[in-house]
């Protein structure tokens, strides 16, 4: 069966530190992922998605950025943590290429920048 | 922008059917609506997909709306473990992936 790890659960980062999330899928090969940010209060962004390895779809301007080195493995990075980077960070998983998309959600990482 | 529209809130007493509308009028005639929900501090979870019939799963029922435009989830026995934010969404047409998620509707059941 296919399963989702995303790690970590939750971190406290300055302001101007760099982030590095990662997020890696199981039981399944060349899935679609997806890196998505939920603010407080506030319904799910759509940040990064990537449809195979080195390819990258960004959906809004910011100061974050995202890669895939491998297959089944998505990382969301940033170089300088902005206090409006706060928030819950959510990877997802879809393997249908037909434009309808069933997804698959990971646990989510809490970020707070202080 | 989100492309749905949902009540901010409804309230349900347990044992009861929950009725959430949803709102879809620039939807497309092969875009699925997908239905998932998400407890507090979780990633949400997929509840039920449907095209133009109405579809049942173990979890919900979906009513479709004939011209499309309008969709009902319905959980027909609310249990207190049903408390979340339930989302209506499609994915945008012709952009893989752009799954653009609203604010929800957050369903209290009460005892």
């Known amino acids: 069966s296919q399963t989702i790890h995303q790690w970590p659960a939750t971190l406290v980062q300055p302001v101007g530190s760099p982030l590095s999330l990662e997020c890696t899928v199981e039981g399944t090969s060349n899935p679609n992922l997806y890196w998505y940010r939920q603010a407080a209060g506030r319904g799910l962004q759509l940040l990064f998605y990537?449809?195979?390895?080195?390819?990258i779809s960004s959906e809004v301007p910011q100061n974050l950025s995202a890669s895939r080195p491998q297959d089944r493995q998505f990382i969301l990075s940033s170089k300088k943590l902005l206090l409006s980077d706060s928030g819950f960070y959510l990877c997802a998983w879809s393997v249908d290429r037909t434009g309808n998309e069933k997804l698959f959600f990971g646990s989510g990482t809490q970020l707070s920048v202080l | 922008d989100a492309k749905t529209t949902q009540p901010t809130s409804m309230d349900c007493a347990e044992g009861r059917a929950a009725n959430l509308p949803c709102n879809h009028s620039?939807?497309?005639?092969?875009?699925?609506v997908y239905w998932y929900r998400q407890i507090h501090s979780q990633g949400p979870q997929y509840i039920i997909h449907g095209l133009k019939n109405n579809e049942t799963n173990e979890m919900a029922s979906l009513i479709i709306t004939e011209d499309r435009k309008s969709s009902t989830l319905i959980l027909p026995h609310a249990t207190l473990r049903d408390t979340a934010v339930y989302y209506c969404i499609f994915p945008s047409g012709g952009s893989q992936g752009n799954l653009i998620f609203g604010k929800g509707t957050k369903l209290s059941v009460k005892p």
């Open positions: 620039t939807i497309s005639g092969n875009e699925y």
């Open positions: 990537s449809v195979g390895i080195g390819q």
